[in-house]
């Protein structure tokens, strides 16, 4: 079965400094991973993803993410915060062919000023 | 180009009462889905539906029907609510063409069952 563990619950930051948001996955096969965002009141939006080659994508709003397959790893990061960065983090998984996108719990993140 | 859209956006129940939740695509995508979010829980599968004419269980499927309308609408009914259905309800579509096995989201519902 497939899984998706984001181990930090809430996460706070003070503005301008670095993020990195922990994602770690259980997946039988290749595995394609995705980032998406939520904002207060808001659906879900796609901030990168991976399905195969270079283990380093960027994604919009200046974030990107590494996959390591030998850690089980998609980690999200951000050189500098901005204060509208303030949000939810969700990490997901699945793979070709397959229907099931399966998410982790979600970390949220607050911004300091 | 409206992407996917929720009807609803809020409603509130009385226990046993009925609802149809309805979600419409106009990204011309084969498959969709409905998931339920609860704090804490992240997001879970309810039912899905790979292509028009055809539904399939999710993660959490008990008390909630599904019906493919057709390519473009893909509607959750809950026949007799209960207060644990009170979450956010998000519908999502999927190209499966090639390799675009990205979802994407609408607005959600916020459901309310009292």
């Known amino acids: 079965a497939q899984s998706v563990t984001q181990p930090d619950i809430h996460i706070t930051v003070s503005e301008g400094a670095s993020l990195e948001l922990r994602c770690n996955y259980s997946?039988?096969?290749?595995?394609?991973l995705f980032w998406y965002v939520q904002s207060p009141g808001q659906g879900l939006q796609l901030l990168l993803k991976y399905f195969s080659g270079d283990t380093l994508v960027q994604g919009i709003k200046g974030f990107e993410a590494e996959f390591k397959r030998s850690q089980s790893s998609f980690n999200l990061r951000k050189p500098s915060v901005h204060w509208s960065d303030a949000a939810e983090y969700f990490c997901?998984?699945?793979?070709?062919?397959?229907?099931?996108?399966?998410f982790g719990k979600g970390t949220k993140l607050s911004v300091i000023p | 180009n409206a992407g996917v859209t929720q009807t609803p956006k809020f409603q509130v129940l009385k226990t046993g009462q009925s609802m149809t939740l309805q979600c419409a695509q106009d990204?011309?995508?084969?498959?969709m889905y409905w998931y339920r979010q609860d704090p804490g829980m992240g997001l879970r599968l309810i039912y899905y539906?790979?292509?028009?004419?055809?539904?399939d269980k999710g993660e959490v499927p008990n008390g909630y029907n599904v019906s493919r309308l057709n390519k473009r609408e893909f509607s959750l009914r809950l026949e007799s609510a209960a207060p644990s259905q009170t979450s956010v309800y998000f519908c999502?579509?999927?190209?499966?063409?090639?390799?675009?096995?990205?979802?994407?989201f609408g607005p959600g519902t916020r459901l309310l069952v009292l």
């Open positions: 999502a579509t999927r190209n499966d063409r090639g390799r675009q096995e990205t979802q994407y």
């Open positions: 997946y039988g096969a290749t595995p394609y």
């Open positions: 990204m011309n995508h084969n498959s």
């Open positions: 997901a998984v699945n793979g070709a062919g397959s229907y099931q996108l399966t």
């Open positions: 539906s790979a292509s028009e004419g055809t539904t």
